[in-house]
């Protein structure tokens, strides 16, 4: 009988907590750059790899063509989120994030850069804490930004089931879309008790009046503020592709323009300046020389005078 109650309360058992069970969100980040970046990209890589405690930061990647090789390193490290930054000529920054190792892939370029050193946020918050995410109401507008928002979320969302997180939610990060660009700040939540100045700013007079008369009314109530804790910065997106670091593309950005073709604009653009002083300095010359006033031309020897004394004394 003790062998029969047994295998029956094994059987309860496993059937409640099957009952119980609940899909666990596992998700871990590798983040890992590229050689060539400059002090302040690495700043940013660890800013965001303390604010992210599901993550783990590896050593940069030897190459930039093969990228397919991040989902050997992410397989490795049983990561399934990859946040892959590639620095192009030490100046422009570009972000891959992949969900590893089916994908898909966003590649955006990173502008507008602010570490939390750079500009002494006042803000701080616990390490290890999880993050408020807010979006913009704009992303669910259209398909391609839907897929963005899925990643951002798996990649700065963190699980309740890290190892390494505190049980506290202190801190906000929000994505706003603007002109084709997601904006992307971090805010501590700030709780104060409220005082009576607090109650009386923009009240009427009634309310002014009853918490004058009974300020222990408002005992307990706390009043809510973020103050920001950086890092800021400005991501533009550029392609989407299908699978992890390859396969077909699914979206690409029509209007945005690289960094290089800015710069080798700006760069014509002085040129055809330099080219057009030298046109009119040339046409201004040829203008002189036809009205015989050429200021340029060597000087004509004069005739020499019978009265010199090189003449006279020779």
């Known amino acids: 009988m003790a062998s029969v109650y047994k295998s029956l309360s094994k059987t309860n058992g496993s059937t409640s907590t099957e009952k119980?069970?609940?899909?666990?969100?596992?998700?871990?980040?590798l983040?890992?750059?590229?050689?060539?970046?400059?002090?302040r990209h690495r700043h940013l890589l660890n800013d965001l790899y303390s604010l992210l405690p599901h993550s783990r930061k590896d050593a940069k990647l030897d190459t930039k063509s093969k990228l397919y090789q991040l989902n050997e390193l992410a397989e490795l490290y049983n990561c399934n989120n990859v946040l892959f930054f590639e620095a192009r000529k030490g100046k422009d920054l570009y972000i891959w994030m992949s969900k590893a190792p089916n994908g898909p892939t966003v590649k955006m370029h990173l502008q507008n850069l602010?570490?939390?050193?750079?500009?002494?946020?006042?803000?701080?918050?616990?390490?290890?804490?999880?993050?408020?995410?807010?979006?913009?109401?704009?992303?669910?507008?259209?398909?391609?930004?839907?897929?963005?928002?899925?990643?951002?979320?798996?990649?700065?969302g963190v699980p309740k089931t890290s190892r390494k997180i505190k049980p506290f939610i202190d801190h906000v990060m929000g994505?706003?879309?603007?002109?084709?660009?997601?904006?992307?700040?971090?805010?501590?939540?700030n709780e104060t008790e409220i005082?009576?100045?607090?109650?009386?700013?923009?009240?009427?007079?009634?309310?002014?009046?009853?918490?004058?008369?009974?300020?222990k009314s408002r005992k307990g109530e706390t009043k809510l503020s973020l103050t920001e804790i950086g890092p800021r910065f400005v991501l533009t997106p550029i392609v989407i592709l299908e699978s992890s670091?390859?396969?077909?593309?699914?979206?690409?950005n029509k209007e945005f323009v690289s960094p290089n073709q800015i710069r080798s604009e700006m760069r014509l653009g002085k040129a055809g300046r330099y080219?057009?002083?030298?046109?009119?300095?040339?046409?201004?010359?040829?203008?002189?020389?036809?009205?015989?006033l050429?200021?340029?031309a060597p000087r004509r020897k004069r005739d020499g005078d019978e009265l010199e004394a090189a003449a006279l004394f020779a």
């Open 20 to 29: 119980k069970t609940v899909p666990k969100n596992k998700q871990r980040v």
């Open 31 to 39: 983040i890992l750059s590229s050689r060539g970046v400059t002090y």
């Open 114 to 156: 602010h570490t939390m050193s750079e500009l002494h946020f006042p803000g701080n918050c616990l390490k290890g804490s999880r993050p408020i995410l807010s979006f913009d109401s704009t992303f669910n507008t259209q398909p391609y930004l839907l897929v963005v928002k899925e990643l951002l979320t798996h990649i700065f």
């Open 175 to 189: 994505f706003t879309l603007a002109d084709g660009k997601i904006w992307i700040r971090c805010f501590q939540i």
């Open 195 to 215: 005082t009576s100045k607090d109650a009386t700013n923009g009240a009427t007079t009634e309310e002014i009046a009853i918490a004058v008369k009974s300020p």
């Open 245 to 252: 670091f390859g396969g077909p593309v699914i979206y690409e």
């Open 275 to 292: 080219a057009r002083r030298s046109e009119q300095e040339v046409d201004g010359r040829a203008k002189m020389g036809d009205l015989g």
């Open 294 to 296: 050429k200021t340029g």
